[in-house]
C-alpha cells in the first residue's frame, strides 16, 4: 500500500518568522523515507544525489526499460527532472550518452 501525503501550509518557523531552511527540511524527510523504505513521489522536487536517489528508486528496471523503449537520449531521466534544473542540458546528454555506453545489466523483464 502507498500513501501519498501532501503537506500545505506555511511551515510554523515561516509562520513565527523565525528562519527556515526548506531544501534542509526536504533532505531530511528524503532520509527518513529511505530508512523506512518509502518513496518521494516524482512529482515533488528531490534534494537527493543521484546515488541516494538510487536507493529509493530500482535503477535496474527503470534503466531496461529506458533502454528497450528508446527513452535514453528521447526522455529526460527521472532523476534529472526531479532536480528542477540544477543540471544543464550538456550535463544531462553526457549523462544519458553514459547510460547508452554503458554495458546492460542483466535484469528479469518485468512480468506483465
Known sequence: MYTD???YYAPGPVLRRE???GAEAVR???SWLIENHGFQPQYAVSEL???KFW?????GHYDYCRRKYGA???FMSVYYKSKKGRKTEK????????IL????AEVDEPVD
Do not use: N
Request: charged share 40%; net charge negative.
Open 5 to 7: 501525503v501532501g503537506v
Open 19 to 21: 528562519e527556515f531552511d
Open 28 to 30: 531530511r524527510m528524503e
Open 49 to 51: 544525489d543521484e546515488k
Open 55 to 59: 536507493t529509493m528508486f530500482d535503477a
Open 72 to 74: 535514453v537520449g528521447t
Open 91 to 98: 550535463e544531462v546528454q553526457e549523462a544519458e550518452q553514459a
Open 101 to 104: 555506453e554503458a554495458p546492460i
